[in-house]
């Protein structure tokens, strides 16, 4: 039901990427429950998972979730039962998130949210963040002409990481692999423009954002009831979020960048993996 794993190295600020797996509301109920929480806290400088923590939580109408799961997370009115309630868990999950550099696929629209909802029902203050990695943000700027929709599970299936299984610590580890498969792209990318760039933009099969044919612009539930972006003909994608997301880690690729100028493929191949190992 509740598993954690801990081991960490220094008192320096982590990255944790964070994930909520929760019940899709319906037109007679609007209101989101979480039913499960997963974070790993990770080293900035080595990328490497410290800190493990996942739970089942059990929202206080058990009606709300369904009999049978209509995804392939499993997470039926079953499974949580037995679960903790969110403030039996309320202490770890603060003490997961407080203080840190929050990162995750859509969670500046979606589970930064859903966290202050559930901490406000209890009647205690959220946890706050020093950062936001946003990998929708990051990835639809950098890779959102070449690998279509932004879904987690679109970009797993563009880089071979296999399929999304919708529950919260396995979608997180997956998160982290993409940014680092984006990481390794790009640092290639920017050492040989003459061989690799050219090849992503001249493609005729490259999927391109969504684009509006009647110019109108989705409401403010459907922008957060989704943990994915919607990929229909009508919705006009925005990204309103920075470049300067990924902060120490792409200044530490351009670190690398220069040092392996001028250097064979095999000596940047290295380079890459001391950035992402």
Not at 141 to 152: E, I, V, W
Not at 234 to 243: A, D, I, S
Request: glycine residues 8%.
């Amino acid at each position: 039901m509740e598993a954690s794993n801990s081991g960490k190295e220094s008192t320096a600020a982590e990255i944790v990427f964070f994930d909520l797996e929760t019940t899709v509301p319906n037109r007679g109920r609007k209101r989101f429950w979480v039913l499960e929480f997963g974070a790993i806290v990770v080293c900035p400088k080595k990328l490497v998972e410290m800190e493990s923590y996942s739970t089942l939580i059990r929202p206080k109408d058990l009606s709300v979730v369904s009999l049978r799961s209509g995804r392939c997370d499993g997470i039926t009115r079953a499974v949580v039962a037995n679960a903790p309630a969110f403030e039996e868990v309320a202490d770890k999950i603060f003490s997961i998130l407080n203080g840190r550099v929050w990162a995750g696929h859509n969670i500046q629209r979606f589970d930064c949210i859903r966290i202050k909802e559930a901490f406000a029902d209890i009647g205690r203050p959220a946890p706050l963040p020093v950062g936001m990695i946003d990998s929708l943000g990051v990835l639809t700027d950098k890779f959102g002409r070449r690998a279509g929709n932004m879904k987690m599970a679109t970009l797993a299936a563009y880089f071979g990481l296999g399929q999304q299984k919708h529950r919260s610590l396995d979608d997180v580890r997956m998160n982290l692999e993409v940014l680092k498969h984006c990481a390794t792209v790009l640092f290639l990318e920017s050492s040989l423009p003459s061989v690799l760039h050219g090849k992503w933009q001249g493609s005729p099969t490259i999927m391109t954002r969504s684009r509006s044919n009647t110019g109108k612009l989705p409401s403010r539930e459907e922008i957060s009831s989704r943990k994915s972006p919607p990929t229909s003909s009508g919705y006009q994608r925005t990204v309103p979020y920075t470049r300067a997301s990924l902060g120490k880690m792409t200044e530490t690729v351009r670190d690398l960048l220069c040092k392996a100028q001028g250097k064979p493929l095999n000596n940047l191949l290295r380079h890459s993996h001391t950035l992402l190992r």
